[in-house]
């Protein structure tokens, strides 16, 4: 199983997502389905995104990937997506077995030299790489990068094929230089792409687009670039290979490091080697050009195993436009997501259960509450809280009792549309065949009305409760994948004494052991509460004007004028910092207790990520006092310290401090 690689040049947002959480939901499910698994990965940390993000922070192409691999490593955990093996395309496994590949290729005669009329900017003074360039796409006339028409088909562009190229960094018009570059004859593989794309399994998105292109016709592929930073080409050094070359090859040098690991580095070959093993892509729709057309063709080319199946998500909106991060539209996971203490499993819920894996992701916060709080709260986590909490008032154990048939046949039938959904790859059929169950669930408990039958027939109760209890471990076993957390909750509330991970979803047919101890149990999903998600809502508007505005060539958009009475309203006051300390599963949140003079307050405040908590600690600074209280991660944050961002070092904030002020002493 492998996931197309995020370009090791920023931050992880939710388009990332779209691919990643299905992709891991699935590998769970064939591990409990008694499918060996190995899940890789890894960040790509090469071609121009990288050059072009090193050199708008002044930074090297080393420094700016290694900053955002270690963040990749660091957050993928916190949303419970867990790779056998993650690593980078710059990794020396990834350099050997990119240009071992490439030799036989060239061997093979599959690669061959040509002169190449390449962009030159005579005002940069260099050579101009694919994502230097923009122009007019030669087939739809959009705006185009480089390499790709990003602004219109989506259709992948040879070096010399864009129309009135400009240098994408100072807008300069470019002229052409002859280059020696390098090809791969695409064309030899005609044929066997029609053979291949007609019968490798997946999704109809990305066999349909890639029999389409190959119908129109494909051109060899150049396959060399002039840049400074990658794989070199074997025999030329002073060209690189383009990134779509050596990163696709990362899903095998992946599972080489990962078989390392297991301490048989040859075992990596029954996955890649003509065989028996199957190899899953999981990618966004914007790459099936590059994994259905240049990968097989390099693994056919190369005598390595062809994928059995390419599965294409569709593309992610946010608030029903178009993701974009340069104009506002997109949700930054760390500091719009897990940083306001958000459970992941409530956003691994929502990306699989929201719409088809082939159709469009449209995140909206207020969608993302109702999901939460009628669907996960309101249906499956109610069911699951009144099972066990009448179990354990009137038994405290799991009575005497033997599972119903139509009971034993919901929960059978459940599994079959699961592994149906699996199959699919559509994970929502899976889904909704879960909440399926979880509403078969209440309808149950609600015809049987336990609480009555607890004063009149006690042994019938038990029956009933006994079924309850089932349901409530078989739909434990089934959301595992989705929610892992929500499934260890109720795995332990259950009192089972194995690892649910490595519970076999068959097994959610299994009777209950009769006597086992319920305790008394808790929610195991909490509602959202609306005034933060009204924060986050007002959060992506404000960020939508600054984009718009810098557009416009304007700076940042000032907030609204307020009347002299509004700003009365305002009671700031000396605090003093009296401890602070890290929150916990936090990236960037810190407690504050504070003396303002007549109490101390629990502040919370997002400055963990630029101070230490002993930087802060004794300070007194300024704080606002009389802001509504409100929960951030849990904690009930009952002000806001004031902090001013340093207009020379972007990012840097300063806390307003006030030293030898009294704490408690009004600003006026």
Known sequence: MTCGLPYASGPMHIGHLRTYVPADVFVRLLKKMQTEVVFVCGSDTHGTPIVTAAEKADVSPEEIFQKYHKH??????????????????????NHHRTKQIVQVLEDKGYIYPKELESPYCDNCGRSLPDRFVRGTCPYCGADARGDECDQGCGRYLEPGEILNPRCAICGSPTRPVTRTHYYFRLTDFEDFLNDFLNNVDGTKNARNYALGWVKEGLKDWCITRDLDWGVDFPGDEDLTLYVWVDAPIHYISSTEEWAKGTGDPDEWEKFWKPGDGRIVHYIGQDIVYHHCIFWP???????????????????VKIEGHNFSRSRGYVVWIEDDYLDQGLNPDYLRYYIVSHSSQTKDLDFAWDTFRDKVNNELVGTFGNFVYRALHFTNKNFGKIPEGETEKRVQERIASTIGTVKAGVNEYELK????????????GNEYFQENKPWELAREDLEKCGDVLYNAVA???????????????????IWEQLREETDIHGVQLDEATSPLEIGHKIPKPVPVIDK???????????????????????????????????????????????????????VPK??????????????????????ADQYKPDE????????????????????????MIIAVEKADEEGIWLPVTIEGVPPGSKAA
């Open 586 to 607: 936090t990236d960037k949140l810190l407690e504050l207790k504070v003396d303002i003079g007549d109490e101390t307050r629990t502040i919370v405040t997002g400055l």
């Open 297 to 315: 063709s390099m693994l056919k080319g190369a005598d390595y195993n062809l994928p059995d199946s390419i599965v294409a998500s569709g593309m």
């Open 471 to 489: 349901i409530v471990r078989a739909l434990a076993i089934l959301i595992d994948p989705i929610m892992p957390s929500v499934g260890e909750k």
């Open 429 to 440: 059929k899976v889904t909704d065949a879960i909440m399926g169950l979880a509403t078969f």
């Open 528 to 582: 959202i509460d609306d005034d933060l998600l009204e924060d986050l809502r007002a959060s992506i508007e404000a960020r939508i004007r600054d984009a718009e505005a810098a557009e416009r060539g304007e700076k940042k958009v000032t907030k609204d004028i307020i009347e002299f009475e509004d700003f009365q309203k305002l009671d700031l006051r000396a605090g003093k910092i009296l401890e602070c300390e890290r």
């Open 72 to 93: 990749y490593l660091e957050t993928f955990p916190k949303l419970n997506i867990a790779f056998d093996n993650y690593g980078t395309t710059d990794d020396p496994e």
């Open 616 to 639: 802060l600690k004794g300070i007194t600074a300024l704080f606002l006092v009389n802001l509504e209280p409100k929960k951030l991660a849990g904690i009930e944050s009952q002000g």
